[in-house]
């Protein structure tokens, strides 16, 4: 595309241009002008136009901004996983960050939030609706992040993550392969989504801002199943040769035991890469060798 086609493009600014970031940025790039905003901007991804800032340092976002931008996506992850670090991350940053902005709405703002804020621990169904009251900091944080997105000039829109996986994010797998995952079955069920499909569903929801369609304010973005832990690292185990579980395996996380609906984004047209942890795992461990 020529230079002169792409003034006219809308332009997207990725504030926290990490990895899941810089991948929402890479494919918007294809039909947007699209700013990564990060504390060392030569880190954001090819053809992205980066930004250097510290969003904790409002002094650092005066006149970094882009004029006339449509979309806003805050991808944040925490520099320390405290108390502050949350705060800093999810709280303090997007408040200065919307202070900087100035007073034209967006046509979108996007928060990136996480499954976390949900503290459900019966094996039920969450979706949109469903009570979100965090039983510890994290969640309690980001579930204020949330709302000073929700409460901003800015039309906004929240997306709740559940464990994000892939080929850049192989913990469980390696815990699993390394005897160090071992969960006692029936273990809680757990939720998960694939990197690419967290990028592509971020940016599917922005290129149907730009164009105008309407968005609700919440989705969960999780894949179609939600599964119990033990029945991932048995299914893993049947795959592939793992060693046997070592003395203080772990026995899974600290979510709870819920199940996480995808209904809501589906409904919107979005199709998934990878539907269920099979499709996602199968592919790193063929990867493996």
């Given at each position: 595309m020529a230079m002169t086609d792409r003034k006219h493009l809308a332009r997207v600014l990725v504030a926290?241009?990490?990895?899941?970031?810089?991948?929402?940025?890479?494919?918007?790039?294809?039909?947007?002008?699209?700013?990564?905003?990060?504390?060392?901007?030569?880190?954001?991804?090819?053809?992205?136009?980066?930004l250097g800032a510290d969003l904790t340092r409002p002094d650092t976002l005066a006149g970094a901004l882009p004029e006339d931008l449509a979309v806003v996506i805050y991808c944040l992850t925490p520099s320390s996983y405290d108390e502050q670090g949350y705060r800093d991350a999810y709280i303090n940053g997007l408040e200065n960050l919307i202070h900087a902005l100035g007073p034209r709405p967006l046509t979108r703002l996007l928060f990136i939030s996480s499954t976390s804020v949900y503290a459900?621990?019966?094996?039920?169904?969450?979706?949109?609706?469903?009570?979100?009251?965090?039983?510890r900091f994290t969640g309690q944080l980001i579930l204020e992040g949330?709302?000073?997105?929700?409460?901003?000039?800015?039309?906004?829109?929240?997306?709740?993550?559940?464990?994000?996986?892939?080929?850049?994010?192989?913990?469980?797998?390696?815990?699993?392969?390394?005897?160090?995952?071992?969960?006692?079955?029936?273990?809680?069920?757990?939720?998960?989504?694939?990197?690419q499909d967290a990028a592509r569903a971020v940016a599917w929801l922005t290129e149907n801002a730009m164009k105008g369609e309407p968005l609700d304010d919440l989705y969960i973005g999780s894949d179609c199943e939600p599964v119990r832990l033990d029945d991932v690292?048995?299914?893993?185990?049947?795959?592939?040769?793992?060693?046997?579980?070592?003395?203080?395996?772990?026995?899974?996380g600290r979510a709870g035991s819920k199940r996480c609906s995808n209904q809501r984004l589906l409904a919107t047209g979005f199709e998934f890469r990878y539907p269920d942890y099979k499709a996602g795992y199968r592919e790193l461990i063929e990867g493996l060798s």
């Amino acid at each position: 595309m020529a230079m002169t086609d792409r003034k006219h493009l809308a332009r997207v600014l990725v504030a926290g241009c990490g990895k899941l970031g810089g991948d929402i940025a890479t494919l918007l790039a294809r039909n947007s002008v699209v700013y990564g905003l990060r504390r060392n901007p030569d880190k954001v991804p090819p053809g992205i136009k980066g930004l250097g800032a510290d969003l904790t340092r409002p002094d650092t976002l005066a006149g970094a901004l882009p004029e006339d931008l449509a979309v806003v996506i805050y991808c944040l992850t925490p520099s320390s996983y405290d108390e502050q670090g949350y705060r800093d991350a999810y709280i303090n940053g997007l408040e200065n960050l919307i202070h900087a902005l100035g007073p034209r709405p967006l046509t979108r703002l996007l928060f990136i939030s996480s499954t976390s804020v949900y503290a459900q621990n019966d094996d039920s169904w969450v979706d949109e609706h469903s009570e979100a009251r965090p039983d510890r900091f994290t969640g309690q944080l980001i579930l204020e992040g949330e709302q000073t997105a929700l409460n901003s000039i800015h039309p906004a829109t929240v997306v709740r993550f559940s464990g994000i996986y892939g080929h850049s994010r192989q913990r469980f797998l390696e815990e699993v392969l390394e005897g160090r995952m071992n969960p006692e079955p029936p273990a809680p069920f757990s939720n998960r989504i694939h990197e690419q499909d967290a990028a592509r569903a971020v940016a599917w929801l922005t290129e149907n801002a730009m164009k105008g369609e309407p968005l609700d304010d919440l989705y969960i973005g999780s894949d179609c199943e939600p599964v119990r832990l033990d029945d991932v690292v048995a299914w893993v185990r049947q795959q592939v040769p793992c060693k046997d579980p070592v003395e203080g395996a772990r026995k899974g996380g600290r979510a709870g035991s819920k199940r996480c609906s995808n209904q809501r984004l589906l409904a919107t047209g979005f199709e998934f890469r990878y539907p269920d942890y099979k499709a996602g795992y199968r592919e790193l461990i063929e990867g493996l060798s």
